[in-house]
């Protein structure tokens, strides 16, 4: 549970980090503090943000290596898909899955310039307000009501 009114020190913080992958939650109950002062620590202090954004890399390392440890000395076929899938180099191998967007029947998309369309539709208004009268009534060319 966090203590609140309490000043938490920034070698807290950073003692708190390792073997925590980055996660901002588990910081904080390591720390014995909310959430928002590892953010507002975050903001504050280049060593406090520079410590996370390194153990956050380095779990992503960590990952990617039991990925293909995975892939490569146990065979995962799900996972060799995986990463040939979403690798930069796999998907320059062709591998990358993409999607084709298309208009009706594969035809092409249709763009339609709308820059304009604010300005039309105001003018369209403003004569429709023209030819209402402060009451509602619909007001000829001459000014006079029906």
Known sequence: MAVSGRRIKVQTILDAIPDSGGNLTLIARRANCHRDTIHNM???H????????????????????????????????????????????????????????TGKDSDPIQVEDVTDTRAKLATLLNRGAARTGANGDSVQANGQGD
């Open 42 to 44: 975050i903001k504050r």
């Open 46 to 101: 280049d060593s406090v943000k520079a410590a996370i954004e390194l153990e956050q890399e380095e779990t992503i390392d960590a990952l990617e290596n039991k990925a293909l440890k995975l892939a490569l000395e146990e065979n995962d076929k799900t996972m060799i898909i995986f990463i040939l899938k979403n690798s930069r180099e796999g998907k320059r191998r062709g591998w990358g899955e993409r999607q084709e967007i």
